[in-house]
Each structure stands twice: as C-alpha cells, then as structure tokens.
C-alpha cells in the first residue's frame, strides 16, 4: 500500500461539486504537485488532507492509518501557506520554535531541533531578527522551517511561493527541492504554475473540474499530454484536428485531435529549403507577431484559418524573421501526438 492513499474523496457545497470521487497514491519520499487552473478543487483536496475541510465522502490514509475522521492537531501534518503568517513579536528562533513549545519539548532538546532547521534554511545569521527585518523569501523560509521542525508525516505547501518575485521564487524552489530530498520528506505542492511543477515534481497531478485527468512523471506528461485539456494546460501546444493538418499539408491522418510542441516546428523561408529536401509536414503561413519570452522567440503564425505557435531559441547570431513575412513551416510526423 502506498504511503499516502486517498480513494473516491467527494466535496460539494451546495450544488457545487468540488472534488468528483478523486483517488491518488503517493510514496514515502515523493514530492508531487497539485497542478490546474484556480477552481480545479487543488487546494480543497491539500485542506481535506490536513483536516481543515471535510470531506463528503472518501478515506485518507497515510502509512496505513485512517486520517480521515481525526481533528487537524491529531494527524501529524504539516501545512505552509501562501501567507507567511508569523508571529510578528517573535524572533525567527522563536517562530520556528513555536510548534514545539506547543508540544511542551524539553528546552535543551527544542533548541537543538531548532538550530539545525535554521541551518538548513541557511539562516543562522537571522536567529535573533524579528519578521519585519527579513525578506518576503527569507520570511517564507522562516514559515517552512516552522512546518518542518515538528516532522510531520506529510508537509503540505499550498502555493507558498506564488507572492514572491521571480528571481527568489526560482531560488527558493531549488532550495526546497534540496531541503525534500536531505530530508526524504513526503510533500503535496500545489501551485497552478506549469514551470514551477515541471521543476520541482517526482511526479504532477493535474486537476480539472474536481478531477485527476493526467498524471505521471513531468516529462511523461510534458512529452505525451493524455487529452486536450492538459495539452493546452501544460505546454502551450498546438492542437490541431486530422482535417486541419490535411487542409494545410495534404498529409491524411487517423481521425482525432492532434498536440504538436511549438519548440519541435521550424520556421523556413520560402526561397531556403524546398519541401523534397526535408522529410516531413510543411505549411505555408504568415508571421502575425514576434514575441521574446527570456530565451525563447514565440512566433504566431496565420495559416489559412488557423494560428500556430513556433518557438525557437533567441540567440544573438540568429535575428528575429520579420513580421508579415510568408514563410513554411517544417513539422515532423513524429511530434504530431494523437490525444485521447
């Protein structure tokens, strides 16, 4: 049995179904992410785990027992929010501290725990600060030290990085990366952040509708999305129909919808590279707009009826193709995944 197993797990408030019969397995020592759009039910199934929302129907076991029915203090889990929320008038020491004076801890013994949290969160320094003198990122170390130095069975982290500027947002997910794996710590991350899942995860949940519709490792899903949804969801593909493709390349495939990525096609002027020299797909189109997303080119495309997008690395020896340009468009036969 996995260490975390949840089975057939149903909210509803009022005719509002916010969970549809959810069933996950989780493994002692994964990190997996919660992953989908704001009102997929992410964050209220982290809740159910904790103990904060009850469930309407469904178990929740960790390590063989049955949390289902226990109040939060009783389940030995460990939640950090988006919110810091700490104790304004306490040092960092004594807001990490917190939780173990709760649980009435010898003095000697908590304040060894604590230290070693605050080495990890390579905090030392910052011991005897107060909240107001650190850092949005150092704040919310401070909050993750707190959930874990009570080692919990699970840490729960509902999108705890999202208030934070990119730069630390990127620091701080490999940090806690680190810190899960020093630690072999089971967490649930829930973020609606594509790359922020892809960087972290063992493995991602993707949630829509109060249902699980892909999971799997994150290239496995990156790669092969299983259906529409998380194909427009997870990597900004193209999704084009078996009529679309044979409009605009004269090649018939099985009937279905098709994802393509937009970093496999690539943009060739009209007088470089005939058809016959390139196996393949090709489409004729024209350069709508040029956008610079940090080191990738996106380039929409206006081909017949339909706008494709294409990437491609945006490096200094290579310009930018005009706007308004016509150009082909090479697509590999290969890339073009059939969706379920």
Same mark, same amino acid.
């Given at each position: 049995?996995?260490?975390?197993?949840?089975?057939?797990?149903?909210?509803?408030?009022? +005719?509002?179904?916010?969970?549809?019969?959810?069933?996950?397995?989780?493994?002692? !020592?994964?990190?997996?992410?919660?992953?989908?759009?704001?009102?997929?039910?992410?964050?209220?199934?982290?809740?159910?785990?904790?103990?904060?929302?009850?469930?309407?129907? !469904?178990?929740?076991?960790?390590?063989?027992?049955?949390?289902?029915?226990?109040? #939060?203090?009783?389940?030995?889990?460990?939640?950090?929010?988006?919110?810091?929320?700490?104790? #304004?008038?306490?040092?960092?020491?004594?807001?990490?501290?917190?939780?173990?004076?709760?649980?009435?801890?010898?003095?000697?013994?908590?304040? +060894?725990?604590?230290?070693?949290?605050?080495?990890?969160?390579?905090?030392?320094?910052?011991?005897?600060?107060?909240?107001?003198?650190?850092?949005?990122?150092?704040?919310?170390?401070?909050?993750?030290?707190?959930?874990?130095?009570? +080692?919990?069975?699970?840490?729960?982290?509902?999108?705890?990085?999202?208030?934070?500027?990119?730069?630390?947002?990127?620091?701080?997910?490999?940090?806690?990366?680190?810190?899960?794996?020093?630690?072999?710590?089971?967490?649930?991350?829930?973020?609606?952040?594509?790359?922020?899942?892809?960087?972290?995860?063992?493995?991602?949940?993707?949630?829509?509708?109060?249902?699980?519709?892909?999971?799997?490792?994150?290239?496995?899903?990156?790669?092969?999305?299983?259906?529409?949804?998380?194909?427009?969801?997870?990597?900004?593909?193209?999704?084009?129909?078996?009529?679309?493709?044979?409009?605009?390349?004269?090649?018939?495939?099985?009937? !279905?919808?098709?994802?393509?990525?937009?970093?496999?096609? +690539?943009? @060739?002027?009209?007088?470089?590279?005939?058809?016959?020299?390139?196996?393949?797909?090709?489409?004729?189109?024209?350069?709508?707009?040029?956008?610079?997303? !940090?080191?990738?080119?996106?380039?929409?495309?206006?081909?017949?009826?339909?706008?494709?997008?294409?990437?491609?690395?945006?490096?200094? @020896?290579?310009?930018?193709?005009?706007?308004?340009?016509?150009?082909?468009?090479?697509?590999?036969?290969?890339?073009?995944?059939?969706?379920?």
């Amino acid at each position: 049995m996995s260490y975390v197993q949840i089975e057939q797990a149903f909210k509803q408030y009022v +005719e509002n179904t916010v969970l549809q019969q959810v069933s996950l397995q989780i493994e002692k !020592g994964e990190l997996v992410t919660l992953l989908g759009p704001s009102g997929c039910g992410k964050s209220t199934l982290l809740r159910a785990i904790a103990g904060l929302e009850k469930l309407d129907g !469904g178990t929740i076991c960790v390590n063989d027992h049955d949390i289902s029915h226990l109040p #939060p203090q009783r389940r030995n889990v460990g939640m950090v929010f988006q919110s810091y929320a700490l104790f #304004p008038n306490m040092t960092v020491f004594d807001n990490i501290a917190f939780g173990l004076k709760m649980r009435k801890w010898p003095r000697k013994e908590m304040t +060894e725990k604590v230290k070693q949290v605050i080495e990890l969160i390579h905090m030392s320094d910052k011991a005897s600060s107060y909240p107001h003198q650190l850092s949005g990122g150092q704040q919310q170390r401070v909050a993750l030290a707190r959930a874990l130095v009570t +080692e919990p069975d699970i840490l729960l982290l509902d999108e705890p990085l999202s208030a934070l500027d990119a730069k630390i947002r990127k620091n701080l997910q490999i940090e806690l990366r680190n810190i899960q794996r020093e630690l072999k710590m089971t967490m649930i991350f829930v973020t609606h952040d594509q790359e922020e899942a892809m960087t972290i995860s063992d493995r991602i949940f993707i949630m829509n509708g109060g249902e699980i519709v892909h999971q799997g490792k994150p290239e496995e899903i990156y790669a092969s999305p299983k259906n529409e949804f998380v194909a427009r969801f997870i990597g900004s593909y193209n999704v084009l129909t078996n009529r679309d493709l044979y409009l605009l390349t004269g090649h018939s495939v099985k009937p !279905g919808n098709y994802a393509i990525r937009p970093e496999v096609m +690539e943009l @060739h002027p009209l007088d470089s590279l005939s058809e016959q020299q390139k196996s393949g797909m090709w489409i004729s189109g024209i350069i709508s707009s040029m956008t610079v997303r !940090g080191n990738v080119r996106r380039y929409s495309i206006l081909a017949q009826d339909v706008t494709l997008w294409v990437d491609e690395l945006n490096v200094p @020896h290579k310009s930018a193709v005009d706007e308004g340009l016509f150009i082909k468009v090479w697509v590999p036969v290969d890339e073009c995944n059939l969706l379920e």
